[in-house]
């Protein structure tokens, strides 16, 4: 069984752990305020928030999601809020939804929810509301109607409104303000209650904590039944194969506090993630920001705020995609995974011997990632992350890129130089961060460094693309990183000039 | 005065399709498609589906009681497939089963024996195959063949611009009831409930009174649910007629995107002349528009394409020549602009073209040609009350056109790897179904014993507002409060005969409807108020709910008023009729007078291009548009701004892929991107022009919904502004849309001649050369 709070109610459910949230809210529960768009997390239509007991039991952390990849298994112990859950019973709006009407945000309307639930998630996070955090707040929800004009001034308003809101018992003000109603503030002392009750031996034996009861496995002994299919955040495995997860057990590993967290640097400069670390968990770490100064701007081309708050970084590498872009970005910082498994040995190898063809790992059906292991740059080295699409933002690379550089004197030590979307596999081009090494830096050696590199990849037309358009900008990418790295000693006309 | 859906949308209290309640006994249907584009259907093997757990009943062409026919225009389209299948997606047959998930898993086990067919998805090629859906049409005034002997300069190319998906979030469906007399009630996601319930009879061979179609709202339309939203319509109501059943049908995604036409992809040749002060002398175009499969609205959306084919230019010699071309892809339809958006890159392009040539800016062309009053159309009807000036003038003059200007070249002399573009945008739209009978409507307005107000017309909500502008209409007329009025469900019982909403007209057809029908009530009532409280009728007036006798405070308001009345046995009721004065045209001879009036506008639109990446952002697009006497500026601005954002979508990032096979590539919103919230203009200005507005627009305000998805035509061109700043005296082919892939590539071209052929992944794209069909 899985329970957990769906707005202001108790819900306690026997539907499959690996079923999407949006249908048990929509069909199961009726309450049809809750869209249907995409089912790929692409829209926002279905947005939802999903709040987390924090560590010390008193307060609830809330984050904007996608139902659609909402495994439902994912929202045990937690409190969903659907609009409905925020509506006010008086009939009068919210301010977030009255300024969505005030500005005329909402014109078909069948988007209009999401961008709701979103703004709501911006108004209950602790993040400072700025323009851009607002905009942020929004980035994963799409609308054909307006322009999005209309919403942006909503934002505005609101992020003025925000402005008084305090730093502390900043839920009370809320619910006085009426951005949420006053059940919000017993929701952190309900999850507390739920979550003892969980925990009690007795419901453990009975399954009712869900360790063990056969739908679905979600504690720290699940190895025992390893051949389940492992569900992180769901937002590949939901897309792919919605139907088949609901026939079949799963093991969650989303929630699992040991597959979470951010190690600081270790003794041999290592940092070590958790399989479970979430991508916005990545952008919300100051350690990771001090280490990678502009991983704000890599990560705002890395999908939505929704979905950065539901995929994991091990989620991405498992899933193979030859674009993946947070494997991209590790494969050029040596990244190590280690595998567990209940009846072999843990083992580690390096992230670019984990893909052997397209959709084919170096990896037996019962092991799991448990943590990522890798060198953040230290002073003096270069690290840099790139990535083009059809559409900037929310969308999928035509090709991305990382590169990592140890450079002295304008002659360059070492190099890894990764790329995504130029062949079946996201590649580590080990040829090309060879004939760099011992080179200076100069016009010369990036021409003949990308003939080295157009010859260790083969793309494919498709849609997102035609191998030859692929190949110039693998071509550009690897120089925007020089570019960026070496403005003194690199003119971008210059480099660009010949072919 | 806001909109009055949105306070209902914020709160997710609307209901659209999927959110009704769902009845008892209920079957859910999901379609089984061809998997390929061309090929004779020899054999449908359905046991094993039938045999599969849930499953009710599955429907095949066999079934169909009456006719197995939906062509709306010309009689080609087949609700079922039959005997040969003509695109990827056709619906073949249909599966009933108690629930979605075991109808949809049902569709894995039919198996369809097809032999294949050749198949064309180019336009060209069809037209050289004489693939036509109907006889090409020509448009011409004076002699361009003569004319080019006058011109100092003349310039020819090729125009391509690609199709466009419509992407309403909510998908296409319907909700077919049976009723008691065996005959059935829809609820379609349409924008055309007479279509759907005249083609349900016909398919299930019953009269049109055994049909009733109800619709409450749609989650977006933009033309895509005018026919192409009838499929499902008919197909819930041939299940519910056989199986005396509720029968719900809602496409997924993907399924959405794979079956349903789209805008239609056009490929054009041109030829301009100009004299020697940049005037245009002549003008011809051949349009080759990619018509799909079949008919739907095609040779409708060709015929605007012609009617806009010199946007807001006066060109003297014009011959345009447009041919429709049947190829094996799902049937395109209606998108906002509905062909004028082809028709009109193609101008801009030949402007373009001779602009470069000539190294002149492109401004200098258009302001030069720009209509003046009773300046003629190529129809011959004369542009009247025409603002095509008024609009560059005060756009140029209010954003500072010529700083804009020094900005870019600043900008660009000062910068390396960005580079600014910056374009011109005007429009001229004309308003009305260019089907002159099409232009009629009907409202029937019931006033209440309590003086509450129920009003029923043919227009379909769909975002656009057309039911806060109908309340407006009938609370302004009566003379009372808008909360009194309530706009009713779109039912074919109520309001019979209708025409789809689109065209943009349907703000005025069904607005004039009412605003006839409560003048009609709110006059039987003063006459009633005359005799019944002894006034004199001249003078007499409701205001604020207030009756007023010679501007004095009468003994009765408007809820005693509409309470005597019915006691007096008053009828509070009244339908009316309207039908668009003055418009005409003759297809024989292509000229006429088709439009109850024009809408003007002009946008400046900034890009800045990373001449690195290839990747571009819009930096402000400002707009003055010509809105008349806007009764809703709040509702209006956002048409243009959405309108406007819609279009650079299609200009810039909606790529429709299709292999030659006929399969589309980019079919999910994670291969096909519309606009998101970062990819919209960082600055879009809307500057409401002072206009006086027409008479046979409703209450001067004029029609908004299509002419601004043409002002993200300024997009393109301010894009391929910014290329040329990077490599100065380069020609990119025109083609939209402008990609970053299309970008890089003309901003690094391949050093071999084979990597030109890059962008026919695209399989309906076409070979860079002036084609010899004209």
């Known amino acids: ?499 | 005065m806001n909109h009055l859906d949105p306070v209902r949308h914020v709160r997710g209290e609307s209901s659209y399709l999927d959110d009704i309640p769902v009845q008892q006994g209920t079957l859910y249907a999901a379609v089984f498609e061809a998997a390929v584009a061309h090929g004779r259907l020899r054999g449908l093997d359905l046991a094993a589906a039938r045999a599969a757990p849930g499953v009710v009943r599955i429907l095949t062409a066999h079934d169909v009681p009456g006719e197995n026919q939906i062509g709306g225009i010309v009689p080609d389209e087949p609700v079922l497939a039959e005997g040969t299948v003509h695109f990827r997606g056709q619906p073949i047959a249909l599966v009933l089963a108690h629930t979605e998930r075991q109808a949809q898993a049902a569709l894995h086990l039919i198996k369809a024996d097809i032999e294949p067919l050749p198949i064309i998805t180019d336009p060209r090629v069809a037209a050289a195959h004489n693939e036509l859906i109907v006889p090409p049409r020509t448009f011409r005034i004076g002699d361009s063949r003569t004319a080019w002997a006058d011109c100092t300069h003349v310039f020819e190319g090729v125009a391509e611009s690609g199709g466009q998906e419509h992407l309403y979030i909510e998908t296409q469906g319907a909700y077919a009831f049976p009723t008691e007399m065996g005959g059935v009630r829809i609820v379609s996601s349409t924008q055309g409930p007479t279509a759907v319930q005249r083609h349900t009879a016909h398919v299930l061979g019953i009269g049109m009174h055994q049909v009733e179609v109800d619709v409450t709202r749609l989650g977006g339309g933009f033309g895509g649910k005018e026919d192409q939203a009838t499929p499902w319509g008919v197909l819930a109501a041939l299940g519910a007629f056989l199986t005396r059943r509720p029968v719900k049908l809602v496409l997924d995604r993907m399924a959405d995107m794979r079956m349903t036409g789209k805008r239609h992809p056009y490929s054009s040749d041109f030829r301009i002349g100009l004299d020697a002060d940049l005037k245009i002398v002549a003008y011809e175009v051949t349009f080759y528009q990619n018509a799909g499969a079949a008919a739907d609205l095609s040779p409708a959306v060709l015929e605007r394409t012609l009617f806009h084919c010199t946007n807001s230019y006066f060109i003297p010699n014009v011959t345009a020549t447009a041919y429709s071309c049947r190829t094996n892809l799902p049937p395109n339809t209606a998108f906002r602009g509905f062909g004028g958006p082809q028709g009109m890159f193609v101008i801009e392009s030949a402007i373009a073209k001779a602009a470069e040539e000539l190294g002149v800016p492109a401004s200098e062309i258009q302001r030069r040609n720009l209509l003046r009053e009773n300046d003629l159309l190529p129809y011959r009807q004369p542009a009247e009350m025409c603002h095509a000036e008024q609009a560059w003038d005060t756009a140029a003059d209010l954003y500072n056109l010529p700083r804009l200007r020094e900005e870019v070249a600043e900008f660009n002399q000062q910068n390396e790897r960005l580079k600014k573009g910056l374009s011109v945008m005007p429009i001229c739209f004309g308003i009305s179904f260019t089907k002159t009978p099409m232009n009629q409507s009907r409202a029937l307005v019931h006033i209440y014993t309590d003086g509450t107000v129920g009003v029923s017309t043919g227009a379909v909500e769909m975002g656009q507002g057309v039911n806060t502008k109908i309340a407006q209409v009938a609370a302004q007329t009566l003379g009372i409060s808008i909360n009194r009025v309530k706009v009713e469900s779109t039912n074919t019982t109520r309001v019979a005969n209708t025409s789809p909403s689109a065209a943009s007209a349907t703000a005025d057809l069904n607005g004039k409807a009412t605003e006839m029908a409560c003048q009609a009530l709110r006059e039987r009532l003063l006459r009633h108020a005359s005799t019944e409280y002894t006034l004199n009728y001249e003078g007499l007036e409701i205001r604020n709910e207030q009756v007023l006798a010679a501007g004095a405070p009468a003994e009765t308001t408007w809820e005693k008023l509409v309470s005597s009345a019915y006691w007096r046995r008053v009828s509070l009721t009244e339908n009316a009729h309207y039908a668009t004065p003055d418009i005409h045209f003759d297809a024989t001879i292509e000229q006429g007078y088709p439009f109850a009036y024009h809408v003007y506008g002009t946008a400046l639109t900034v890009v800045t291009v990373d001449c690195l990446r290839g990747t571009y952002e819009l930096d402000a697009v400002h707009i003055a548009h010509d809105f008349g006497q806007s009764m809703n500026p709040a509702v209006d601005r956002g048409q243009i701004e959405g309108g406007a954002v819609q279009g650079i979508g299609w200009m810039t990032m909606e790529e429709l892929i299709y292999n030659e096979e006929g399969r589309l590539l980019s079919n999910s919103l994670n291969s096909y991107k519309i606009p998101d919230l970062y990819a919209a203009p960082k600055v879009l200005d809307v500057h409401f022009l002072d206009t006086p507005g027409h008479p046979r627009a409703i209450f001067r305000s004029k029609a908004v919904g299509e002419p601004p998805l043409m002002y993200g035509i300024g997009a393109y061109f301010a894009i391929r502004d910014a290329v040329r700043a990077f490599r100065p005296g380069h020609q990119p082919t025109f083609s939209a849309p402008f990609t970053p892939e299309k970008v890089l590539l003309n901003l690094y071209p391949p050093v071999s001649a084979r990597s030109a052929a890059a962008w026919s992944s695209v399989s309906t794209s076409i070979p860079a050369t002036t084609s010899a069909a004209s």
Request: net charge negative; hydrophobic share 40%.
């Open chain 1, 1 to 499: 069984m899985l329970h957990f709070y769906l707005n202001d109610h108790r819900i306690s459910t026997a539907e499959p752990a690996g079923s999407a949230l949006l249908d048990f809210i929509r069909y199961q529960q009726h309450l049809k305020g809750t869209k249907i768009g995409c089912r790929e997390g692409d829209c926002g239509a279905c947005t939802v928030l999903v709040g987390e007991l924090s560590a010390d039991g008193q307060t609830v952390r809330y984050q904007s999601m996608t139902s659609c990849l909402t495994p439902l298994g994912n929202a045990h112990g937690k409190h969903i809020v659907t609009v409905e859950g925020i509506n006010a019973a008086s009939g009068q709006l919210t301010p977030v939804q009255q300024a969505i009407v005030q500005e005329g945000g909402s014109q078909c309307g069948f988007c209009t929810v999401g961008f709701v639930m979103s703004l709501t998630g911006h108004s209950l996070s602790n993040k400072p509301a700025t323009p851009e955090t607002g905009l942020a707040a929004i980035d994963g929800n799409i609308c054909r109607c307006t322009g999005y004009k209309s919403l942006e001034r909503a934002t505005a308003v609101l992020t003025g409104q925000l402005q008084e809101r305090p730093a502390t018992e900043a839920l009370n003000w809320l619910a006085e303000q009426q951005f949420v109603p006053a059940y919000f503030t017993e929701m952190a002392g309900r999850l507390a209650a739920l979550q003892a009750e969980l925990h009690e031996p007795a419901m453990h034996a009975t399954g009712i904590g869900g360790l063990t009861n056969g739908s679905f496995v979600n504690g720290p002994n699940g190895f025992a039944s390893a051949a389940r299919q492992v569900l992180g955040g769901g937002t590949d495995l939901l897309v792919q194969r919605l139907e088949q997860l609901r026939e079949i057990p799963v093991r969650l590993v989303f929630d699992l506090a040991e597959l979470r967290g951010i190690s600081p640097v270790d003794a041999e400069g290592y940092v070590t993630l958790g399989a479970a670390t979430t991508a916005e968990q990545l952008r919300a770490s100051q350690m990771m920001n001090e280490l990678f100064p502009r991983l704000p701007e890599y990560l705002k081309l890395v999908s939505s705020t929704p979905i950065r708050n539901m995929g994991t970084v091990a989620g991405n590498f498992i899933n193979a995609s030859p674009i993946g872009d947070l494997t991209i970005f590790f494969l050029a910082l040596d990244t190590e995974v280690t595998l567990a498994a209940p009846t072999s040995d843990t083992r580690t190898l390096p992230l670019h011997e984990l893909y052997l063809g397209y959709k084919q790992l170096a990896k037996e059906l019962e092991e799991q990632v448990v943590s990522i292991r890798f060198r953040p740059p230290r002073p003096g080295e270069f690290f840099h992350f790139e990535k083009v699409s059809k559409r900037t933002h929310l969308d999928i690379a035509s090709v991305n890129s990382a590169a990592w550089l140890q450079a002295k004197d304008g002659i360059i030590q070492s190099a890894r130089i990764s790329a995504g979307g130029v062949g079946p596999v996201p590649l580590r081009l080990h040829r090309t961060a060879a004939f760099l090494e011992g080179r200076e830096v100069s016009i010369e050696t990036l021409q003949a460094a990308n003939h080295v590199a157009q010859q260790e990849i083969h793309p494919i037309s498709d849609a997102r693309g035609s191998a030859e358009y692929k190949r110039l900008l693998l071509r550009q990418l690897l120089f925007a990183h020089f570019l960026q790295f070496f403005p003194e000693q690199l003119a971008m006309r210059e480099l660009l000039a010949v072919n």
